[in-house]
């Protein structure tokens, strides 16, 4: 059985747990989680990294495969366990998928995440609101892009749901969820109606509703 290392909290876990529910794959039958990180620890034990040097969740087990990088573990399954075929296996589908990946890794999370880890891990005092505020409308320009995009497509690869809408819709979640809960400290955001749209396809169409949080996990 597979083994998945991570705390439900984690964007970079669920976006392997959905993965596996797309997949049709389910907790405790064909692969078993153990939660990791934060307060559950585990992650800086030396048998963990072993396992990923990193210390870091999501970290995957797989018969003699050991892989970490949410976004490799999501194109691991893809490829390796995507025997109901949710996932398009042609090249056009998939590529225009992994460009969506790597964008999501290296240009829309670093600005994100400064807004994220600023406003529910660092403790009031230590804050720094302009920064945070910068960053959060850098990620509204952004994902300005992702709109353009969805004016012409149902999903970011094309016509198909890929993983590359995966790590990009849960992105977009705690974008809302941040300005839901920091207006003030975010600024205004972007009124979006192609990515809009887009998240309600995927909440009526797909496993988001049963693996995104339902409010931000605030820890100071
Ligand atoms: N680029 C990595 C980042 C992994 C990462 O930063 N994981 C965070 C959780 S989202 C983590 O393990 N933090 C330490 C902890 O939870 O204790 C990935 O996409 O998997």
């Known amino acids: 059985m597979m083994r998945l290392w991570g705390r439900k909290s984690s964007i970079n876990v669920q976006k392997v747990l959905w ?3 797309e997949l049709g794959l389910k907790e405790d039958k064909d692969f078993e989680r153990i939660d990791a990180g934060l307060h559950f620890g585990v992650n800086n034990t030396p048998e963990f990294l072993k396992l990923n040097p990193n210390g870091l969740v999501p970290t995957l087990q797989d018969g003699e495969a050991v892989l970490w990088e949410s976004n490799t573990i999501m194109r691991y ?15 056009m589908a998939q590529y225009n998928s992994e460009k969506w990946l790597d964008w999501q890794l290296a240009s829309m999370w670093p600005p994100l995440r400064v807004a994220f880890l600023g406003l529910t891990r660092t403790p009031e005092a230590e804050r720094n609101y302009e920064v945070i505020r910068k960053r959060y409308q850098d990620a509204n320009q952004l994902f300005g892009l992702l709109d ?6 149902e999903y970011c690869s094309g016509n198909q749901f890929h993983i590359g809408d995966i790590a990009l819709a849960l992105c977009v ?35 988001f ?10 820890v100071k």
């Open 19 to 21: 993965c596996l529910a």
């Open 77 to 91: 399954l893809a490829r390796e366990h995507n025997k109901n075929k949710r996932f398009p296996l042609d090249i």
């Open 148 to 153: 353009t995009t969805l004016a012409n497509q």
């Open 173 to 207: 979640h705690r974008w809302i969820l941040l300005n839901a809960a920091f207006p003030e400290k975010t600024g205004p955001r972007a009124q979006l109606k192609n990515i809009e749209a887009w998240l309600k396809r995927l909440e009526q169409e797909t496993h």
């Open 209 to 218: 509703n049963d693996i995104a949080e339902k409010e931000l996990n605030i």
